[in-house]
């Protein structure tokens, strides 16, 4: 298993600034994920995060937006730009710690963010 | 393609009775499977997957799934249900080719005293 610490828990945020969020994990992994979750909504996907190249984005989600660094094997930030209310919604980080067919995905507790 | 339906958005028990959360899923693929809860203000916790083995998983806290092809099922379900489970829970279908997996979009559990 995976332990991953994500920073900030949570925070309050002016519209039209930025945030990153931080995702570690206490082991090399290969792939890192970054989901939304909207107030009383499910989980979506907004991008991969490969070590080494560019993050690979969903439908709707696009760098400048939601630009991602992922600079080694156990670290990743998303920034959340030019920020609006929108945008308020909780983030988290999740990676896929497994090489072979039985995937498991381990998630971090999350970012709250709020956008006022 | 895949695809994952909750059929319920919110569901409603009793103390001490039985829950079942209901959960079908489409793949192009032999999919794995999971159930995630989340209680308020706190993050995923993986409850159990399913991989292909045992088509009946047992997990954590008493709840059981039961991977049913023919039905393209993967139903939850405890015999008796505890105030410490009311939260969201969320059914997960992952490919085995790669890692993206796709939520479903939640079922809110109520225990009521």
């Known amino acids: 298993s995976a332990v991953i610490s994500q920073k900030p828990s949570r925070d309050i945020c002016q519209r039209g600034t930025s945030l990153t969020i931080q995702c570690q994990v206490d082991s090399q992994v290969t792939m890192m994920f970054w989901y939304r979750q909207q107030p009383g909504q499910s989980l979506t996907l907004i991008a991969t995060a490969n070590q080494g190249s560019e993050a690979t984005y969903e439908s709707g989600f696009v760098i400048d937006k939601f630009p991602i660094s992922r600079p080694n094997l156990t670290f990743s930030t998303l920034t959340v730009s030019n920020m609006s209310p929108e945008d308020s919604s909780i983030y988290l980080c999740?990676?896929?710690?497994?090489?072979?067919?039985?995937?498991?995905?381990?998630f971090g507790q999350g970012t709250r963010l709020t956008v006022v | 393609a895949q695809s994952v339906t909750q059929l319920d958005s919110h569901v409603s028990v009793s103390e001490g009775t039985p829950v079942l959360l209901r959960c079908n899923y489409s793949?192009?693929?032999?999919?794995?499977l999971f159930w995630y809860v989340q209680h308020p203000n706190k993050g995923l916790q993986l409850l159990l997957k399913?991989?292909?083995?045992?088509?009946l998983v047992k997990g954590i806290n008493g709840f059981e799934a039961e991977f049913k092809k023919s039905e393209t099922s993967f139903h939850l379900t405890k015999p008796s249900a505890h105030m410490s489970d009311a939260a969201e829970y969320f059914c997960v279908v992952s490919p085995l080719s790669y890692q993206k997996v796709t939520f479903g979009t939640g079922t809110k559990l109520q225990v009521i005293p």
């Open positions: 793949s192009s693929y032999s999919p794995s």
């Open positions: 999740s990676v896929d710690t497994s090489s072979s067919p039985s995937t498991e995905a381990f």
């Open positions: 399913y991989t292909s083995a045992a088509t």
